[in-house]
Each structure stands twice: as C-alpha cells, then as structure tokens.
C-alpha cells in the first residue's frame, strides 16, 4: 500500500511490552466537595447498586464501599442502605490504563473474545487544551452535502484507511477505539473490580464528542484542510430518513459490505426499528417524527432523562441510558448493521465504527445534544457536578499524541471549533395526539397492580396498573417536579438485541402506532461482543402525555410493556411512578 504524501508531526508511539509499565493511570482524584452525599440526583439508576458494602483500595486508603455508592446515587435506597455517618466519597470516572487493557473473555460465556480492540501505548499522555479557534468547521447535513465535498470526505477515508495498521489514526485502530471503551476491555481507574463502559450513562453524550473530534481533525489533518467537517445522518427529518447515498456506493471508501441490504436507499430509516415486527412503511415516518419529539421535548424536562444516569468510579456499567441514546441511536445502529443476530457491523458496538457511516450518524446524535441544549432556554443545560465535569478519557489526536480530555471542555461545540449546517427540524411543534381521549380505561380495566405482577419476564404484553402517588397537580407543582414512570430492573443480557415499547392508558393495543400520545417510549439496546448481564432502568416522561391523554385526575395508569425483540432476554424487576 503506498504511503501517505503528508508530514505528520507526529510524536512517536511506542508499543510497549505489557510489563513495561511506563504509563500509569491516573489515581482517582477525589474533588473536595464531593465528600458531601449529594441528594441532587437520586432515584435514577438505584436499585441494581445496592450492593453489599466491601472494602475498597483507592488513594484515599480504604474506604467503605457502600459511602462510595452513597455519594453518587444520592440517598437510594434509603430503606436498605444505611447512611454512615462519615462522608461519602464518589469519583468521577477517570481515563483507563491501557496497559491493563484485555482482550479478555467473555464474561457471560467465559469464552476468549475473537477480538482484540487494545490501542497501541504510548509513553507520554498530554493533558488536552482546546485549540484557539480559527475559522469555524461546518459539518454539514449529508444529503445536502455535494459531489466536491465527498470527493474530499471520500479522499480523506481512503488514506486513513492506508495508514499503518498500528498507527493509532489508522481507521481500524481508530474503529478499535470505540470497541475498547464499550467492550469491557478497560478496567475502571480507581475500581478495578469494575469495567469501563461509556454507554447507556450519563458519558455518553461527552465522550462521543471527543472521538468524533479526533476523528475529524484526523481525517482533516490527511487532506490538509483544516476547515474539513464530518457530515451528519440527518435522520431526524424526513429528507435524510435514508441511507445517504454516497455510503452505498460500492465502489465508496465510504461504503461497508456489511450492512442490511434490505436497508440501502431508497429504504426508509425506521427509528423505532425492531427485526421481528418492522413498522409499517406508510407509519415509518410519522413515527419518526414523534419518536424524536418524545426524545428532545416530552421525555427530557430532567437532565438524567437525556443524558443518562449517573455514571462515577464504583458504578457497574449501563447505570441507564437517555431518551436518544436508548431510542433513535439505537434504532439506527440496529437498523443498518446485517440483518444477522449479532448485526455487524454498525448492529454490534465492537464493530459499529468500522463503519464509515458510524460517524456520520454520531455526528447527528451530537448535534441533537447542541439543539437539546439550546432549547432548554435558561433551564439547566449540564449537570455541575465534578463527577461529571471532570471526568476525564483518553484519546490520540490528528498528531498521534495521546491526549487527556475531560467532559467539561465538551459542553460547547463551538468552542471546539466547530458548527452544523442548520436545517429544520419537523420535529420540534410535533405533540401527538391522543387516540383516545379521556378514556376510563385505566378505571375499567381488569389489569392486575403492578406490585402483583413484577418481577415478569417479557416473553409477551404485560400489561398492569400503576397508582399514582399525586394527582391533579397545578402548573406550577408540574414546572418543579416532572412526573416519571420508572421502569426499574430491566434485566438484559447485552450480547442480544432487545427492544419494548411502553404505551399508557391505550385500549387497542396497536404496537405500530407510535404517533399517538399513548405511546410514552421505548427500551432498547444492541448486542455487545463481550457480554454481561447487567440491571438497567429506564425513566418516561409522565406530565405532558397524562395531560393529552386526558388523564391528570386519574388515580391509576394502565401500564402496557409490549416486547418487541428479545422479549425471552427481559426481565423487569418493578414498575413505579415517581417525582423528581
Ligand atoms: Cu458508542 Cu452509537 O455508540
């Protein structure tokens, strides 16, 4: 393979033997006011750390376990978790020591991993300061995006792909990144009884944003254009509601075999996508259109609700996802990968970045995050928390160094020198109707109470009634406190592909039917190489839908859990609604 016509400054990177261990981690830092035990955040993500308290190793000494886990959930569990009297500790999630990165087993199966993600070492991490921006990159939406900028995109591709199979910029290398984060091939620094997993928490969004990042000034950097910008899958409207034509040209660097073909345009991105009942093609896009609206408005009045749960040192992965994370995201990585169980490439997150289209759909996902943020108005855009600003990763940049980012550097794109094309976005006036209103059915119903019934598995509807704690709320009490159904103990394997959707107060059971009011969100995840079974939870938005819905003064909400793959693979542990 010819090599690259460029001058890399690059600094050098060394492959070290695993024992020469010149790079340490960093210890954990503990942030001084973190030794207080915040009530901030609480409920999201409870039940599955009620762990039994342990001693732990930090460079604090030792510590009780339990404090750990008291400082990041807040009081949880307050009835089977005594509070100590000495303060909490909790510790933002800290960048992974890649000399102890495994490849590992399979910690379901036990059996060895058939992929090795572990980056090249490197002797020398940077702390990473934010360039001064110049001239700002404009990523544009990539079926607005012409012949001449593809031209370019496609160039770029092609020589990262011919780059040195260990050059850290090398495109698989740069794939194994996102497999090595999302693998459990990490330990978490300052636990290493825990595995790192930048997923279905609070991460998510940030870390994102910083490989994306590298990534685009990686590919810039081999066409020497700095004002290079990754497109995005605009698939929230309409008009990009398919694969972007130049990804499925098979002659593309863009283009990867391994995909759908059921999926290749001119089909229609379904982003509530289940393998075993597919929307009806004349629903795919009123369905869109309301997923989204439920993911960026409805469903989002709390921070946790978007972003994810909280996710500190101490934390088993996959506390729970956000509304975009576990919704359209998902649907679309499911819905591009093979039409195989485990869905290579963009279906399986050890293989998803080994497709181009990968970063073209992240790079919308972060801009819902910009667009999110910029509808909360004066509301509270990021959390303020040092468990989540000073977290920090590790990525090498366009110059092979490897650097040290933090989550707090991440909260304006622009800053990071970079904008998106604005485009509309249908979604965004798109309150569905209900189907029925004032219905009675939760009066009516002969469903069995939710503490009866749970815990169930999901091998087909369940349907049950909940009560509500609070009825008949004032404006005013709702502004304050967003009413939340959680859906605790959701028990997955993640070596499958699982969804359910939720519906309240719906007599016809229509699972198609996204766009009505009832339709109040969805739980869904794809498969991961390396298996665990973890205990999530979901939280969905109750105040607006109870209102459409005619609802508000009932005392009860007939709940229906309506499984569409992987149902077998679920087991909920509890439903409830709370305030929070
Ligand atoms: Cu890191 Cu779309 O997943």
Redesign the pocket.
């Known amino acids: 393979m010819a090599t690259i016509p460029l001058s890399w400054s690059a600094a050098p990177t060394v492959r070290l033997p695993q024992r020469q261990r010149s790079f340490t981690a960093k210890p954990p830092r503990f942030i001084g006011h973190d030794f207080a035990v915040s009530c901030s955040h609480t409920n999201h993500g409870q039940d599955h750390r009620r762990h039994e308290p342990e001693k732990v190793e930090s460079s604090a000494g030792k510590m009780d376990r339990r404090n750990v886990l008291l400082g990041m959930g807040g009081l949880y569990g307050a009835a089977s978790v005594v509070q100590s009297d000495s303060a909490a500790i909790a510790a933002p999630i800290h960048s992974p020591d890649f000399t102890k990165c495994t490849r590992g087993t399979n910690l379901n199966t036990q059996k060895p991993l058939d992929v090795d993600c572990c980056p090249p070492l490197s002797t020398e991490i940077v702390d990473y300061k934010l360039p001064p921006v110049q001239k700002l990159r404009i990523r544009p939406a990539a079926q607005l995006a012409g012949k001449e900028y593809y031209a370019k995109f496609e160039k770029a591709i092609a020589l990262m792909k011919a780059l040195p199979a260990d050059d850290p910029r090398n495109f698989m290398q740069q794939a194994n990144v996102?497999c090595a984060y999302?693998n459990l091939t990490y330990e978490q620094a300052g636990d290493a009884k825990q595995k790192l997993q930048i997923?279905n928490c609070w991460h998510f969004f940030p870390w994102?944003r910083w490989y994306l990042y590298f990534y685009e000034r990686i590919l810039a950097k081999l066409i020497d254009d700095p004002t290079f910008a990754l497109p995005f899958w605009n698939w929230d409207q309409p008009d990009g509601m398919v694969m972007p034509q130049p990804f499925a040209n098979k002659d593309s660097p863009l283009y990867d075999a391994r995909r759908n073909q059921a999926h290749l345009p001119p089909a229609l991105l379904d982003l509530a996508y289940s393998a075993k009942s597919p929307t009806k093609p004349n629903k795919i896009v009123p369905n869109n259109l309301t997923v989204m609206y439920g993911e960026m408005v409805r469903n989002v009045k709390k921070l946790d609700d978007f972003y994810g749960a909280k996710y500190v040192t101490g934390t088993a992965p996959n506390p729970g996802p956000g509304t975009v994370e576990r919704g359209s995201?998902i649907a679309a990585?499911a819905w591009t990968g093979e039409a195989t169980p485990s869905g290579e490439d963009m279906g399986n997150?050890y293989s998803?970045a080994r497709d181009t289209i990968f970063y073209a759909h992240?790079a919308n996902v972060d801009r819902l995050w910009t667009i999110w943020r910029g509808l909360r108005g004066t509301k509270p855009k990021d959390y303020t928390e040092a468990d989540w600003l000073e977290a920090d990763f590790l990525f090498y940049d366009e110059n092979a160094q490897l650097v040290r980012v933090t989550v707090k550097d991440t909260l304006e794109n622009e800053k990071m020198g970079y904008v998106y094309q604005e485009v509309d976005l249908p979604w965004l006036k798109n309150r569905p109707a209900p189907r029925v209103k004032n219905s009675k059915v939760a009066e009516t119903s002969g469903a069995p109470a939710a503490e009866t019934v749970f815990p169930v598995k999901l091998d087909k509807v369940v349907k049950v009634l909940v009560t509500r704690p609070k009825k008949s709320r004032s404006k005013n009490d709702k502004e304050k406190e967003e009413e939340l159904l959680v859906i605790e103990g959701i028990e997955v394997d993640t070596a499958k592909f699982v969804r359910f959707d939720v519906f309240v107060n719906d007599e016809d059971d229509k699972p198609d039917e996204l766009d009505k009011a009832e339709y109040a969100g969805c739980f869904s995840q794809i498969p991961h190489k390396n298996s665990i079974n973890i205990k999530t939870q979901i939280r969905l938005g109750l105040t607006e839908l109870l209102e459409d819905l005619g609802a508000d003064d009932d005392d009860k909400v007939l709940v229906s859990l309506v499984p569409k793959d992987g149902g077998e693979d679920i087991s909920i542990g509890g439903i409830k609604i709370i305030y929070a």
Request: net charge neutral; aromatic share 12%.
């Open positions: 996102h999302c997923h994102h995201h990585h997150f998803t992240h």
